[in-house]
């Protein structure tokens, strides 16, 4: 389709106006998973990492000061250390004793001192924790020789963006992902396969096939998605156990290898919109019915056949309610079953945590999609039959 | 507003809609506005069925109508929408099944309750807390059942208004043959 620019523009302008508030959750999702655990859900909700820093001026540079309520013992972050210094009389000026400073500290980019400053509140001393970023370190050796100034007139509290990328492998460290991983591309693989195979056959016969009761067949068919899964629930539960599948993965995979009502329609609806002169042309060059739908209907449907590949891997992907109710030991947990244990566990003390793990449980569906996608949009432009 | 309040949600919030800012969940006649809000960040399935149904239209048409000297808008109603009819009939079909089976949205904005003055106390939420509420399992299989017969009836209405307005290409020779 040819545009004049400045329709290309309006149609810029209207696709980003929708795309923006659909993208908040995400950005909200991605923002939190970056943020410290504390204050997430205190007001104003922000969605970049943002947190208060009072500031500190180190060699002419501004540095974020953190105030920290609970000390305590708390250990220092991975691959830093506590660095303790000393104020001078006037309590305007510190000086950090090279002795407390550890090479693997010097090496780090981020640094971390903590500091005590008396003053003006004697009874409760403020305990600053500072985060100086991005110094190599060559400027470090020159920053711990000096003496770090700071004027009090600089710790008035200001807004800083503060990412904590660390939330991730964090997050990664407190749960146990392979096993689970491995147990969800097993069903993943296995209902793709199914369902896409049994639900293209099924919908080339409902389109194209000439049989006695076609159209009621094709009602029962439909009429599966009628009942809503909360209903049939039970049912299907006391079916899978009678036949002895619990704490297995069949419930999952045997039902996708007996089509999908869903899927069959769509592939139904689109194996109907083929012209059927080229089933003719195939016929008269001596295909059968299989040869025929494997051959030249299939190939023809690719699009459907990448729809349905990535609806059934987001569905089972993120299917929670069939795992939970079918599987009991922990070992044959789905990464879904796994993601809301872990929400469980963490969701009130470091939903920071909990927002990293959904990202990235999230980052797979990502990937298949936009490969899809891909895929979908390079590929066979149905050329017709001309006549 | 500045770029940096841009950032914080609830400014955000308060600058579209206004410093009192609505109760969406609090007030009868906003809650199912919301949920049929909410449902709009599950259109991205019915988005990818239209790509791939447009994806099956051969261009030799739009060549064709090309050389006819159609416009955009004669383009668009002459052939992208008769083609995708068969997705469009899908898409809607799903709609209404979907539709009247409306649940996990309303069950996780107001509860199995229909919140406030049980505004949003739908069909299936009336059953499942029938069900698992008030364990009267027997009344929430009738009802169960009255849902599937109302929605195989609509959509048998739909099936037949078909002809009307649905295009299948590969039937174009004398329908079934």
């Known amino acids: 389709m040819r545009l004049t620019k400045w329709q290309k523009i309006g149609l810029y302008f209207i696709m980003t106006a929708g795309a923006v508030p659909m993208l908040i959750p995400l950005f909200w999702m991605i923002g939190t998973s970056l943020k410290p655990s504390l204050g997430i859900d205190e007001p104003p909700l922000t969605l970049l990492p943002r947190s208060k820093f009072h500031t500190l001026k180190i060699d002419g540079r501004t540095f974020p000061v953190r105030t920290i309520e609970k000390l305590g013992d708390e250990k220092p972050p991975e691959g830093k250390a506590w660095i303790k210094p000393v104020f001078e009389e006037n309590r305007n000026t510190i000086t950090i004793p090279e002795r407390w400073v550890s090479r693997e500290t010097l090496k780090n980019n981020n640094v971390v001192f903590r500091l005590f400053r008396g003053g003006e509140h004697e009874t409760d001393d403020i305990e600053v924790l500072v985060v100086a970023r991005d110094k190599g370190t060559a400027t470090l050796d020159v920053l711990v020789k000096k003496k770090i100034e700071i004027p009090r007139s600089v710790l008035g509290p200001k807004d800083m963006l503060d990412p904590r990328p660390g939330n991730y492998p964090e997050a990664i460290s407190k749960m146990d992902l392979l096993p689970q991983l491995v147990n969800t591309l097993v069903i993943v693989c296995w209902s793709i396969l199914g369902t896409t195979l049994s639900c293209a056959i099924v919908g080339y016969t409902f389109a194209r096939g000439r049989f006695v009761g076609r159209k009621k067949l094709f009602l029962v068919c439909i009429a599966t998605m009628m009942l809503p899964a909360q209903v049939t629930m039970i049912p299907r539960f006391i079916l899978f156990k009678s036949l002895g599948w619990i704490d297995t993965y069949y419930p999952f995979i045997v039902p996708t290898f007996f089509g999908n009502a869903f899927f069959i329609f769509l592939f139904r609806q689109y194996f109907l919109t083929i012209p059927s002169d080229l089933e003719e042309a195939a016929r008269i060059d001596g295909c059968g019915h299989f040869g025929t739908f494997w051959h030249i209907m299939l190939p023809m449907a690719k699009p459907i056949v990448l729809t349905c590949m990535v609806f059934t891997f987001m569905g089972v992907w993120n299917s929670f309610m069939g795992p939970l109710i079918y599987l009991n030991s922990e070992y044959n947990y789905t990464l879904a079953i796994c993601l809301a244990m872990f929400r469980g566990q963490y969701e009130s003390m470091q939903p920071n945590l909990v927002m990293a793990a959904s990202a990235m449980m999230m980052l797979p569906v990502l990937i298949i999609f936009f490969l899809a996608q891909k895929a979908f949009m390079k590929g066979v432009v149905v050329s017709g039959v001309k006549g | ?177």
């Open chain 2, 1 to 177: 507003m500045r770029i940096c309040e841009l950032l914080h949600i609830d400014s955000v919030i308060i600058w579209i809609f206004g410093a009192n800012s609505l109760n969406w969940l609090g007030e009868p006649s906003l809650i199912i506005p919301s949920i049929v809000m909410m449902s709009l960040w599950g259109v991205g399935a019915g988005m990818i069925i239209y790509l791939a149904g447009l994806q099956s239209i051969p261009t030799t048409l739009y060549e064709a109508a090309d050389i006819d000297g159609a416009g955009f808008w004669s383009r668009l109603v002459h052939i992208t929408i008769p083609m995708v009819s068969p997705v469009i009939f899908f898409n809607f079909v799903m709609g209404v099944i979907g539709s009247l089976q409306v649940f996990m949205q309303a069950y996780l904005l107001v509860g199995p309750s229909g919140g406030v003055g049980r505004a949003a106390n739908f069909y299936m939420l009336y059953l499942w807390s029938k069900a698992f509420v008030q364990q009267r399992f027997g009344m929430a299989c009738a009802m169960a059942w009255i849902l599937f017969i109302l929605i195989i009836g609509l959509t048998m209405l739909v099936f037949k208004s078909s002809p009307l307005w649905v295009y299948y290409e590969g039937e174009k020779r004398g329908g079934a043959r």
